[in-house]
């Protein structure tokens, strides 16, 4: 089993890490955003990713998010685990807590959502996006750092780079949202058609725009309370590594079993070519 960790890399430092190499890699969509850094954590193989890149020069809207998933499914990762800040729209979701989500709402608009198009369609189930097997576990690990943890919620991913204007993060409220970040979408998709386990430990760094009584986001607000969170992030990461079964027996793992519906003569050999890693067992 292979976990992959999306974030920044500020995680690449803990206890118990042992780092076997740092790889370039490159996919039919493109690099991904930053080199692969392999690793080992209780036993259990671990890659790294830097989302928004190296020294963080990648807005959430130019992320790859179709190379970084390729480039880790095609290195053997099953199961994913998302890194992100988030604007809190709930009083009781305080910055400096974290949110395992359940619920994702796609609020964004220019961003390549699918890895099947040019000739194969995939109609994948999204109903429950988050896997009802690794968000536990994420859970668990949070709390066994003594976090301040929050289990369920609705996320909502929205363009970005900007923060929202009040009216926006007022009307997130009124939608009953319960955080507001900028990458969850379209990773978390792509992440489920390529049959992998993904689950976010989202940080609370602020209450977006709507609190009256609290000052809007700044990014020094972010910067500051993921410094203050990233001693548990690490230490939650090596108690996950204790938790992971040794075999998924969730869904996410044949998530593609009933939604090709293309014809196999009328898929281009290109295209299965350049989707060979998600769908082999598919077409062999």
Request: hydrophobic share 40%.
């Amino acid at each position: 089993m292979t976990l992959g960790i999306i974030g920044g890399s500020g995680l690449y430092e803990m206890e118990g890490l042992k780092i076997v190499e740092t790889r370039e890699v490159t996919t039919p969509f493109g690099p991904p955003s930053s080199p692969l850094t392999m690793g080992e954590i209780e036993g259990v193989a671990v890659v790294f990713l830097a989302r928004h890149g190296p020294g963080h020069s990648i807005s959430p809207t130019e992320i790859n998010y179709r190379a970084n998933i390729y480039a880790l499914k095609e290195i053997g990762v099953e199961q994913v685990v998302s890194i992100s800040a988030c604007g809190s729209l709930r009083e009781d979701y305080a910055p400096g807590d974290v949110v395992v989500p359940d619920q994702i709402v796609d609020h964004t608009r220019t961003r390549q959502n699918s890895f099947f198009d040019e000739g194969l369609v995939a109609h994948v189930s999204v109903a429950d996006p988050f896997c009802p097997d690794l968000s536990p576990a994420v859970a668990e690990s949070l709390k066994a750092t003594h976090a301040e943890v929050h289990e369920g919620g609705t996320t909502i991913t929205i363009e970005g780079p900007r923060f929202s204007t009040r009216a926006e993060s007022d009307t997130f409220r009124a939608w009953g949202m319960s955080v507001v970040g900028m990458t969850t979408s379209p990773e978390a998709f792509l992440a489920r058609e390529a049959e992998m386990c993904y689950a976010v430990m989202a940080h609370v760094t602020d209450y977006d725009s709507w609190h009256q009584s609290e000052a809007p986001v700044t990014v020094e607000m972010v910067l500051r309370t993921l410094e203050t969170n990233m001693k548990f992030i690490r230490n939650a990461i090596v108690e996950l590594m204790r938790r992971l079964p040794n075999e998924r027996e969730c869904f996410c793992k044949d998530a593609l079993q009933d939604a090709l519906v293309t014809q196999r003569d009328f898929v281009p050999p290109e295209t299965l070519k350049k989707l060979k890693p998600l769908v082999q067992r598919y077409f062999d």
